[in-house]
């Protein structure tokens, strides 16, 4: 009998994460966890025309227990020298404290009138937390404390059985086989503790970064298998319930 912090006792959580509110997510994705009783969070940006056209279905999503993530309005990043994205008028070298906090304000607003809550995690979008011209850089993390249960930053491990880091890294499935995420979760399993899980698209078509259908449905399938000892919980789920402890 196991006596983590999880629900159950379970000592090990896997929070499987989804960028950019895409269509494939809550047709297909939502509807693949729940019917297997794991939960998602989608980091939905709040200018997303797939979010807007299909409002009721974003809500029928949440009303599952899926969480809706904070992932900015308009998806701004650090733009590198020589790229083509994001367009210039997003590019987080122009941007102020000011301006970013606005915007993640106005996100929060947004997803509040879809789902009702009021908290939610932030997945900082392309990993970055900082403003201004390189060399110049400043921080907003400590802003995002306003808004944010915990964030989703950049690449790291597993998070222990403790007090959650308000920062935290995330293994990335996109391209990957499922064996290697499933390699990834498996010191979870061993030790306790919790990962976070990025994706963008699921099948090919679906968005640039992907994971292929039958390796998500493979890692998906893998996690439910082992539900009585590992719990696939939302980002801010998770996050309450080590905060708790």
């Known amino acids: 009998m196991t006596t983590g912090p ?53 809500r029928a999503v949440a009303r599952s227990g899926h969480e809706l993530g904070n992932h900015s309005c308009f998806h701004p990043c650090r733009r590198r020298e020589g790229a083509t994205w994001p367009d210039p ?18 996100a929060e607003r947004v997803l509040q009138l879809v789902d009702g809550n009021d908290r939610r995690s932030y997945a900082a979008t392309c990993g970055n937390t900082t403003v201004g011209p390189d060399g110049a850089e400043e921080s907003f993390v400590d802003d995002l404390r306003r808004f ?4 989703r930053s950049g690449r790291g491990g597993v998070q222990p059985l403790r007090k959650p880091d308000f920062v935290l890294g995330s293994h990335s499935a996109d391209g990957k086989d499922a064996a290697a995420t499933i390699a990834a979760i498996e010191p ?43 719990w696939a ?5 998770v996050a309450a319930q080590l905060d708790a402890m």
């Open 6 to 58: 999880f629900p159950g006792g379970r000592s090990a959580a896997v929070s499987l994460t989804y960028d950019d509110c895409l269509p494939c997510h809550r047709l297909a994705v939502a509807p693949a966890l729940s019917a297997r009783g794991l939960l998602g969070t989608f980091y939905c940006p709040a200018s997303s025309g797939d979010l807007h056209a299909n409002v009721e279905s974003w």
């Open 89 to 106: 008028a997003y590019d987080l070298k122009t941007y102020t404290r000011r301006r970013i906090v606005d915007e993640l304000h106005l």
């Open 148 to 151: 944010a249960t915990v964030v």
């Open 188 to 230: 979870v399993l061993a030790s306790g503790g919790w990962l976070l899980i990025e994706m963008h698209g699921v099948g090919a078509g679906s968005h640039g970064l992907f994971v292929a259908e039958d390796q998500h449905t493979r890692i998906l399938d893998w996690i439910a298998e082992r539900s009585v000892v590992l």
């Open 233 to 237: 919980g939302t980002v801010s789920g």
